[in-house]
Nanobody
Framework: QVQLVESGGGLVRPGGSLRLSCAAS????????MSWYRQAPGKERELVAS????????NYADSVKGRFTISRDNAKRTVALQMNNLNNEDADGYYC???????????WGQGTQVTGSP
């Protein structure tokens, strides 16, 4: 079964850290560019970070550069998003995406919630 399953969401503590993880199954993980997106209610989903198939190139939204790090482990079929120096503006639903360019295929996880602190 083709799946992307996110985990690791939680409560934002300003200045704190969270680590999101996405576990893949049912497809050739190493052939997919992997990305993290986030979406607030009523807003469009936006790209947070992406990583190429071999992990050699990463790309970040300006709002998270220097604070977030995307990484992948093709042997374990996982992609992670280390989020440091968090603030309440980072509170969103976070979604893992796998994209294959040749023989196009576009996979999404169900998301994990990062919640702002009161």
């Amino acid at each position: 079964q083709v799946q992307l399953v996110e985990s690791g969401g939680g409560l934002v503590r300003p200045g704190g850290s969270l680590r999101l993880s996405c576990a893949a199954s049912g497809f050739t993980f190493s052939a997919y560019v992997m990305s993290w997106y986030r979406q607030a209610p009523g807003k469009e989903r936006e790209l947070v970070a992406s990583i190429t198939t071999g992990g050699g190139t990463t790309n970040y939204a300006d709002s998270v550069k220097g604070r977030f790090t995307i990484s992948r482990d093709n042997a374990k079929r996982t992609v992670a998003l280390q989020m440091n120096n968090l603030n309440n503006e980072d509170a969103d639903g976070y979604y893992c995406r796998g994209l294959r360019v040749f023989a196009p295929d576009d996979l999404w996880g169900q998301g994990t919630q990062v919640t702002g602190s009161p």
